[in-house]
């Protein structure tokens, strides 16, 4: 299935259930929200995303802890959790997923390789669902593409109300 495929899917199983959508997004610079927005009726249910690409942007946006940032780095479970939090109290939305990783080419600031990803599902009053990737040897186009199919695959999730709260 494609992305697009699988972006309108989330999107009619979200109109289905009455949910609503957000993203928060790092390495992914917006990809997940870009896919979710070409879907016809997306903005009904798909209330848009933040691109957060620095911590002071997580900080400032999502209101991610800095000392959080600080302590742990913006490439963990943590972060793409508040960033997630962030997001739904934000849009008032009802489900939101967040992604922070290492594109590359170097890693990150915080020695973080390249290829880490987290991506990270959450939905109003229910715990949060985290994927962690290391995409090794992935060109970075190749990285970003995996990790917005990922994303998407947790957001699907969600918006089915597959698993238990």
Known sequence: ???EQ????????AKAGHLTIVTAESCTAGAVATALSKAP??????????????????????????KLLKHKGAVCKEVAEAMAIGALKQARADVAVAVTGVAGPEPD????????????AARSNRKTV?????????????????????TLTLLELEVTNVRKG
């Open 109 to 120: 600031e915080d020695g973080n390789p390249v290829g880490l990803v987290f991506c990270l």
């Open 130 to 150: 985290t994927l962690r990737h290391f995409f090794e040897g992935l060109s970075r186009e190749a990285m970003i593409k995996a990790s917005v199919e990922e």
């Open 6 to 13: 699988q972006a309108q899917r989330i999107l009619e199983r």
């Open 41 to 66: 009726g997306a903005g009904d249910y798909f209330h848009g995303g933040f691109v957060t690409y620095t911590k002071e942007m997580k900080n400032v946006v999502l209101g991610v802890p800095l």
């Open 1 to 3: 299935m494609s992305i």
